[in-house]
């Protein structure tokens, strides 16, 4: 009877604990207009990042905000660093991560799910202005391309056999490679043009950026498993394309929509 008894609890406790995992799902939370959390950098620009105000904001930031609204829900923004913030949704610190990601490798496709893309931009290689030795990809081999371990652009140094000198971010990375203790850094094409608009005088310039065709689109990503949530938020996302929601933040931090291939 007590053998009994033990099963019988142990049930329970596991039915129960089941039920509140699930209560507290992202697709609960969404349908019952609660509150999603949100992994980003908050420190690169323009995608999140803080105005002069102190206020954080950013392309990604404001269309994930826009994303909220339309499902009805409250978000909160939780910075960290890129490096540590795909383990981070995976380890369930946020639900959604909204910075830029594109799902490239198979270990991420594998792991997590993107939405409907809110942006779509490629690969750029930044030198300083007087090295002319770097035209393109296939003269970075054995140089030192200052980039985040885990980002997209680091693989792509990877498979081209550049030296990684690890940096935070975008703009660690161009002082790297300011101070000469890097030749190269490949990021987002979109952020760099930001930064060289705004810091014309920067000692640096442009040499390489990837084909129309291969540019990569970008979405909120989720762990695997919230399909209908993700369907919602992707449903949110047409419906901020189609209303001009999309173009209307891509003039604002671009000065062109970005929503559109």
Same mark, same amino acid.
């Given at each position: ?5 033990v099963l019988l609890a142990i049930s329970l406790f596991a039915f129960t604990t089941t039920q509140a995992i699930a209560a %507290? ?5 969404? !349908? ?53 913030m795909m383990a981070g949704l995976k380890a369930g610190r946020f639900d959604i991560v909204a910075n ?20 779509? $931009? ?7 202005? %007087?090295? +002319? ?22 693989? *792509? ?5 550049? !030296? ?5 971010? *975008? ?11 890097? %030749? ?14 705004? +810091? ?12 129309? %065709? ?5 979405? *909120?990503?989720? +762990?695997?498993? !919230? ?6 938020? $992707? ?27």
């Amino acid at each position: 009877m007590f053998k009994k008894f033990v099963l019988l609890a142990i049930s329970l406790f596991a039915f129960t604990t089941t039920q509140a995992i699930a209560a %507290d799902s992202l697709i609960d939370r969404i !349908n019952n207009k609660g509150t999603i959390t949100v992994g980003t950098e908050g420190t690169y620009a323009p995608f999140t990042y803080h105005d002069a105000d102190g206020k954080l904001t950013g392309y990604d930031v404001e269309v994930t905000r826009a994303v909220a609204e339309k499902l009805g829900v409250k978000v909160e923004f939780k910075e960290t660093v890129w490096d540590s913030m795909m383990a981070g949704l995976k380890a369930g610190r946020f639900d959604i991560v909204a910075n830029q990601v594109a799902l490239t490798t198979p270990e991420r496709k594998a792991t997590f799910d993107k939405s409907e893309p809110y942006s779509w $931009s490629g690969a750029m290689m930044v030198v300083r202005a %007087d090295e +002319n030795s770097i035209k393109g990809l296939n003269d970075i081999k054995g140089r030192k391309a200052a980039q985040s371990l885990t980002s997209n652009y680091g693989e *792509l140094a990877r498979e081209k056999q550049a !030296n990684i000198v690890p940096v935070d971010g *975008l703009a660690q990375s161009l002082l790297v490679v300011q101070q000469k203790r890097a %030749d190269l850094t490949l990021n987002d094409s979109l952020a760099i043009l930001d930064y060289l608009k705004k +810091n014309p005088n920067a000692g640096l310039k442009t040499v390489w950026e990837s084909p129309a %065709d291969e540019k990569l689109g970008s979405g *909120l990503i989720v +762990n695997k498993g !919230n399909d209908e949530a993700l369907a919602k938020m $992707s449903a949110a996302i047409v419906e901020l394309q189609k209303d001009g929601t999309l173009k209307k933040l891509g003039e604002q931090f671009f000065g062109k929509d970005i929503s559109v291939k």
